[in-house]
């Protein structure tokens, strides 16, 4: 049968995270390796892995609610001999990362997918987003080395700060993922709380400002889509 409509797994790639297609990411893992994803991120898998989910430690995998009531859960994979793992989301597209020694970025929790073992994590709250059901409240600091997978909607954009442009504001709902040399910090226009009465991007905004002392930074935003279908 002809199948080249569809895309074919390259089941002799070696890297650790391969992209067998724009919304599905392969994980490659030795006898006794993991790695931890996001949790029903499985959608297959190739020999023995198993999935566990640990409380507590800065390495272990970390069960939390986000300010919206959601629950957002790491899981720790762990092949049992060597194994292909599958991930996906939400179809999201998948970008893999490395992070050099000590490099650090911060990923909105709804969209960091997969990260190597050796990479340290702690998860953050955003002071002042508790009143809103929005993204942004809920952050991963992923500290390398090692590679990472970051799911994003449509086309993301980077945004480079700089000296000469030092800061700039985003939507919570539509942030991404920033360096580690950047501050964020909740803004808000109450005149525009007052006018149209609900929560909006232009009534809330979150600010990313290059940190005192760097000289670079970047900021990655999304137009993000609510997979949730709309009720009639």
């Known amino acids: 049968m002809d199948l ?6 390259n089941v002799k790639s070696t890297e650790k995270f391969v992209p067998s297609s724009k919304r599905i990411n392969c994980v490659n893992l030795k006898k006794d390796e993991h790695v931890f994803i996001k949790r029903g991120s499985m959608i ?7 999935f566990t989910r640990k409380s507590g430690g800065s390495l ?3 069960l939390l609610k986000s300010f919206s009531g959601e629950e957002f859960t790491v899981m720790q994979a762990k092949a049992q001999e060597d194994s292909k793992l599958f991930i996906a989301d939400n179809n999201q597209s998948i970008t893999n990362l490395k992070l050099g020694d000590g490099e650090a970025v911060f990923v909105d929790g709804e969209d960091i997918l997969a990260f190597e073992s050796q990479v340290k994590w702690e998860v953050k709250f955003m002071k002042g987003l508790s009143s809103m059901a929005a993204g942004g409240a809920t952050n991963i600091k992923l500290t390398g080395p090692g590679y990472i997978s970051v799911l994003t909607w449509n086309d993301p ?9 030092p800061v700039v504001r985003v939507d919570p709902k539509n942030i991404c993922m920033w360096s580690a040399t950047v501050d964020s910090s909740v803004k808000s226009d109450i005149g525009l709380k ?14 990313y400002k290059l940190k005192k002392n760097e000289t670079r930074g970047f900021v990655v935003i999304q137009s993000r889509m609510d997979p949730t279908p709309t009720k009639k």
Do not use: A, D, P
């Open 157 to 165: 954009l980077v945004i480079r700060l700089n000296k000469e442009r």
């Open 44 to 50: 297959s898998y190739i020999g023995k892995i198993k």
């Open 194 to 207: 007052s006018m149209f009465g609900k929560t909006t991007g232009e009534e809330w905004q979150l600010e």
């Open 4 to 9: 080249t409509g569809f895309n074919e797994f």
């Open 60 to 62: 272990g995998t970390k």
